[in-house]
């Protein structure tokens, strides 16, 4: 059996349900008809980890180094877990906002990931990781990590990388919302690559004009067109824009 978790899992409940509907077949004349209503909670959510890929791109962070890392990370299934529709009372979303991806300086966040990830890249695959984490943790003396290190320490003022980066953070949230599924399946998806080619696709049409959480559902009906364009050749997803 393969090692690597997004091989080996099983179908989610999401994915049987879209088979079921046909939404992504051709014979279906009703692509979207399994939508979910965007809150403003999930508004909220959306934001906050917008917030979280700008502050990596401001640190000097690739988008392309820092999305997959921290989509396929264990800390975003963390937040997968937490960022559902079940949180609807003011006492829930106080629970929900007290969650360390949710601080006011997402700059820990980005560190802890970079340090968690710097400590398992020297383990072995027999290793206890939560073991070797947790002495790491309780050393005296904790290096930072090499991707780190190696940033200018000058913050980023690109506005463009800036924009895209919290476009990013913002629109894999909503994807994982809207369908119901993980950072890590959403990811794998859409890759940067195919997120960044969708931003420069929306900064020249209509959408562009728009507020980002007025029409994130709109886009996210536009990464499903594109999904289904890579399965049955002849659907164009730019129709949509």
């Known amino acids: 059996m393969s090692r690597d978790p997004s091989k ?5 409940d999401n994915v049987k349900r879209m088979m079921w509907l046909e939404r992504a077949s051709p014979r279906s004349s009703d692509v979207y008809s399994a939508k979910r209503e965007f809150t403003e909670n999930d508004r909220l959510f959306c934001h906050k980890q917008g917030l979280l890929f700008m502050e990596a791109a401001a640190m000097g962070l690739k988008m392309e180094d820092f999305a ?3 989509m396929r990370s264990q800390l975003a299934g ?3 877990h ?3 529709s079940s949180f609807q009372n003011e006492a829930d979303l106080a629970k929900l906002l007290q969650m360390p991806v949710l601080v006011d300086n997402p700059r820990v966040i980005i560190e802890t990931l970079y ?3 710097d400590i398992i890249s020297k383990t072995k695959d027999t290793d206890n990781k939560s073991l070797i984490l947790s002495k790491a943790y ?7 990590p090499k991707a780190l290190l190696e940033l200018s320490g000058e ?16 629109m894999y949230r909503c994807e994982c919302i809207i369908h119901d599924e993980s950072s890590r399946m959403v990811y794998g998806a859409f890759d940067e690559k195919t997120m960044l080619t969708v931003y420069k696709e929306i900064s020249d049409s209509p959408l562009n004009k728009e507020n980002l959480s007025d029409c994130a559902v709109t886009i996210c009906e536009m990464l499903d067109q594109l999904l289904i364009t890579k399965i049955w050749k002849g659907k ?3 129709d949509c824009i």
Do not use: H, M, T
Request: net charge negative; proline share 7%.
């Open 8 to 12: 080996s899992r099983p179908l989610s």
């Open 68 to 70: 997959p890392l921290y």
């Open 78 to 80: 963390v937040v997968d």
């Open 82 to 84: 937490y960022f559902c």
């Open 115 to 117: 340090w968690i990830e």
């Open 138 to 144: 309780q050393a005296e003396s904790c290096q930072p």
């Open 155 to 170: 913050e980023v003022r690109d506005i463009d990388a800036l924009s895209f980066a919290y476009w990013l953070g913002y």
């Open 236 to 238: 164009n997803y730019k």
